[in-house]
């Protein structure tokens, strides 16, 4: 009997959300009480394509034919037509509007082909659930070789020279970390994996907990071994439910298979890993107030130097690293530096992975090496814009910048976008069009991290307070131009003196609205206009009487009976009970509602 | 009777952390919730007794972060999120129509102690945004009329059962 071919339905949060589980239930029934088909097929779950628009979906055989959308009256079709009849089922596959054609296979869907894959590759391919599944992927492969072949030190050499660099949005060289870590001599010593992930916008952490939760372990007991550490902690936040439960389930695993414990591999070498969570709190991201909640109180961070690695967790050594990072580390030890070090820019080696959401045709998450361009990214991997015309790209969430137009040919790298007044932060991206306003937006991130300072030092409490103020008046449209020149000085102020990043980098998107789109900032105060039609204060909407029909439509939607008329005569806006929400413009079939 | 059953309970949950550390109170302060449903002044005491520290600092403590509830949270507890890609979807105005529907502000309880209601910064769905969450099911790509109808739905559950 041959080897079964495989039926992959995929289980992260993403298409369990839209019934991923019905599916596999499903598919995994039939499957069993059908004897021809047993013998042929195995269904299993698989870890995130990235593609989760098009959830839930179902991956069927060694050539991937790909389903997409799929619920269980389709999961039964997949069984008649294309298990028991061979015929692949034309119309659930995924249909690319540019060649007007659907797409069969896996491989050749734009949005995945065009990706150039090294940690999320094997994924959705591998049980995130089932340590043999991993194992055929060159699972532990590395830790086997580190264990084997290396001397400690020559690890963190290793990493040192991959010049891999932090992904949770630091950028600091890894292997300069471990090797500070290694030096070390009190005890225990930990090793941390910061999934605390928390940025608006940002999901790569989950997705990769989620779906490749035997990685990141593999990853963590390499940076053990490699710095001698002892004790491996894996932070997370408790509303990552699913990230939670595949988490545990595989650390169950590894104890169970001794892979973690005394003697890890049956190897002279100790390791311990245990989950901590995050109690919900965005400043605990930040690594002291991560430390600070682990040891039960208010996540404050800390004044660095001492760094984590002299005096962190329970003030021993401590590394911490992003979850990404860690991810990164059985690719490097298997790949072998040298080639890893082709991938990339001259200064940011690897691929990063980043989630792309926005008002943008494909979203989903995404692995490119460094030095690709946003254009790249938004037309070629996203297949460009929703309905409305692209206007900016706002990238590493609240820390990050918002990044015209003028720039979307621009390389993604840490020394490009250093350079652009933004932020890499974790990689989210997320896409804006014209009905944003970049006003707006500011005053939402200012918002957030007013929401989430944790009001320990004066910087960051009061100059997020003062910044929203003087967005919101200028949102209000009372906003005069002095009102510019503070913004400045408060930022200033904020990113020379603010304790930690969070009140350092709260000011970029501000920063980066002053530099980019100054214009649209002068005509929110000046000429009392948001061009977006977003701020309530700054627009108007008018009917027209000549191209209104009277159909109604308006005057059905309006939430606040603002709108009055005849069936079949124009109709009226009240300008004094009308809230500006402008629901009425959306639905007007003759475009007779104007705005200004 | 029912106070006595409950520092049965609580003591059940005590006796686990025989030598309780300062850095324990996060987890039995978890532990005591889970049981309880929120942490009551009562049993923030009696924790903080046990643990050694001020009531004053393990309420510090326990109001820093959002996984604590300090107050009887409602039976379901709707999530919604505001991130920024639920944001460029228009979650603002699903939030404001959710506080319309339930008339309370996010953090509140509804006065028949049935919803909870929630916002949260990122709940990591950007790809299906808007998105919302109830108790534990995630909703995707929601809108007003599919948040309306889902909290019917449970008004009619709830009622009809009782």
């Known amino acids: 009997m041959g080897r079964k071919q495989p039926i992959i339905v995929c289980s992260n949060s993403g298409c369990v959300s839209s019934g991923g589980i019905d599916i596999f239930i499903t598919l995994y029934s039939e499957i069993f009480n059908n004897p021809n088909l047993i013998e042929k097929y195995e269904v299993k779950k698989g870890g995130c394509h990235g593609f989760c628009e098009v959830g839930p979906t179902v991956i069927v055989g060694d050539e991937k034919v790909f389903y997409i959308k799929v619920d269980t009256a389709k999961a039964k079709d997949i069984i008649n037509e294309h298990l028991i009849n061979g015929k692949i089922i034309e119309r659930y596959l995924f249909f690319d509007f540019e060649t007007k054609k659907r797409v069969p296979y896996y491989d050749d869907i734009p949005f995945i ?45 290793m990493i040192l020279h991959s010049e891999l660099r932090g992904r949770g949005g630091g950028g600091f060289y890894t292997g300069k970390k471990w090797l500070i870590q290694a030096e070390q001599i009190a005890q225990p010593k930990y090793v941390i994996c910061n999934g605390d992930e928390g ?189 409305l ?208 | 009777m029912d106070s006595v059953k409950n520092s049965n309970i609580l003591d059940k949950i005590l006796k686990k952390y025989a030598n309780p550390q300062r850095s324990d109170l996060s987890k039995i302060l978890l532990d005591v919730q889970n049981e309880f449903g929120y942490l009551s002044e009562e049993l923030i005491r009696k924790v903080s007794n046990f643990v050694g520290v001020s009531a004053t600092e393990t309420y510090g403590f326990a109001s820093f972060y959002s996984m604590y509830n300090l107050e009887k949270p409602g039976k379901y507890v709707i999530r919604a999120c505001k991130g920024t890609a639920c944001h460029v979807k228009n979650a603002n105005r699903l939030i404001r129509d959710i506080e319309n529907y339930l008339k309370i502000k996010p953090g509140e309880t509804t006065k028949d102690g049935l919803f909870k209601f929630e916002v949260s910064s990122c709940l990591g769905v950007c790809a299906l945004a808007p998105v919302l969450i109830i108790n534990d099911k995630t909703y995707t790509r929601v809108n007003s009329k599919i948040v309306k109808s889902l909290i019917d739905e449970i008004r009619r559950g709830n009622s009809s059962g009782s």
């Open chain 1, 113 to 157: 082909k065009k990706q150039e894959r090294l940690l999320l590759k094997s994924s959705p391919f591998v049980d995130p659930e089932d340590f043999v599944d991993y194992m055929k992927y060159d699972g532990f492969k590395a830790l086997e070789t580190v264990l084997d072949k290396y001397q400690p030190l020559d690890v963190c050499n």
């Open chain 1, 199 to 387: 940025d608006p916008g940002t999901f790569m952490d989950k997705y990769l907990m989620e779906g490749d939760p035997f990685r990141i372990l593999e990853g963590i007991l390499i940076a053990g071994y490699a710095t001698m550490s002892n004790c491996g902690i894996v932070y997370l936040r408790k509303e990552y439910d699913l990230a939670v439960k595949r988490m545990e389930n595989a650390l169950k695993i590894l104890y169970d298979k001794k892979f973690l414990g005394y003697s890890v591999m049956g190897r002279p070498f100790a390791f311990d890993i245990k989950i901590e969570y995050g109690p919900g709190a965005y400043i605990c991201g930040e690594e002291t107030a991560l430390f600070a909640s682990i040891e039960s109180k208010r996540g404050n961070p800390k004044v660095k130097p001492p760094f984590p690695t002299e005096r962190g967790l329970f003030d021993n050594p401590t590394l911490i690293n992003n979850v990404e990072t860690y991810a990164n580390i059985r690719d490097i030890i298997n790949l072998g530096v040298e080639e890893y070090l082709k991938i990339g820019t001259a200064e940011s080696k690897g691929t990063k992975i980043f989630t792309l959401s926005g008002s943008i045709k494909h979203s989903g998450l995404i692995e490119m090496p460094f030095g690709v361009t946003f254009d790249s990214i938004i037309n070629d991997i996203g297949g460009g814009m929703q309905k």
């Open chain 1, 389 to 596: 015309k692209f206007k900016a790209i706002q990238v590493g969430g609240a820390s990050g910048g918002i990044i015209p137009i003028s720039d979307i040919n621009e390389q993604i790298s840490f020394e490009n976008l250093a350079k652009l007044d933004s932020l890499l932060g974790a990689g989210g991206i997320v896409v804006l069009d014209e009905s944003t306003c970049v006003v707006e937006m500011a005053k939402y991130y200012i918002e957030f991290a007013q929401e989430e300072s944790c009001g320990f030092c004066v910087p960051c409490r009061e100059g997020t307070q003062k910044l929203l103020k003087i967005l919101n008046k200028i949102i209000d449209g009372e906003g005069q131009l002095d009102d510019i020149e503070k913004i400045r000085s408060i930022s200033s102020f904020m990113f020379e003196t603010s304790l930690c990043g969070l009140g350092r980098e709260a000011i970029n998107p501000v920063i980066s609205m002053l530099k980019n789109f100054d214009q649209e900032l002068k005509e929110h105060i000046k000429d009392k206009k948001c061009r977006a039609g977003v701020c309530p204060r700054l627009v108007k909407y008018v009917i027209n009487k000549e191209s209104c029909i009277g159909c109604g439509a308006c005057k059905l939607i309006c939430p606040v009976n603002a709108i009055t008329g005849i069936q079949g005569q124009y109709h009226t806006i009240d300008r004094e009970m009308c809230i500006r929400c402008g629901q009425c413009y959306k639905i007007c079939p003759k475009e007779a509602i104007l705005r200004s």
